[in-house]
Nanobody, 120 residues
Framework: QVQLVESGGGLVEAGGSLRLSCAAS????????MGWFRQAPGKERRFVAA????????RYADSVKGRFTISRDNAKNTIYLQMNSLKPEDTAVYYC?????????????WGQGTQVTVSS
């Protein structure tokens, strides 16, 4: 079992940056692949980025490649999502997830989400 708490969301103008954090409880953090999904109003939750548990292999949605960077600090039980060049279409609730890695993340646990709003 792992509990996830996201932080770092907020309101930013288009072109700006935000860094999301996700702190995980438990002593087995390093055994999980980690990732971020997002859900805009009236839309399905969609994959954003993921990082494998050990070799830092990463995956990104095409819509965020080159703008977002996912990273993890196993010593702090935390992952990050650095978001640059933000666009209004990035507005969504961002969810942290922990799971397994099969050519990408298979989510098992979810955080409560943090709101990101990008104004035009």
């Amino acid at each position: 079992q792992v509990q996830l708490v996201e932080s770092g969301g907020g309101l930013v103008e288009a072109g700006g940056s935000l860094r999301l954090s996700c702190a995980a409880s438990g002593r087995t953090f390093s055994s999980y692949a980690m990732g971020w999904f997002r859900q805009a109003p009236g839309k399905e939750r969609r994959f954003v980025a993921a990082i494998a548990r050990s070799d830092d292999t990463t995956r990104y949605a095409d819509s965020v490649k080159g703008r977002f960077t996912i990273s993890r600090d196993n010593a702090k039980n935390t992952i990050y999502l650095q978001m640059n060049s933000l666009k209004p279409e990035d507005t969504a609730v961002y969810y942290c997830t922990a799971g397994t890695w099969v050519l990408g993340i298979v989510p098992n646990y979810w955080g409560q989400g943090t709101q990101v709003t990008v104004s035009s």
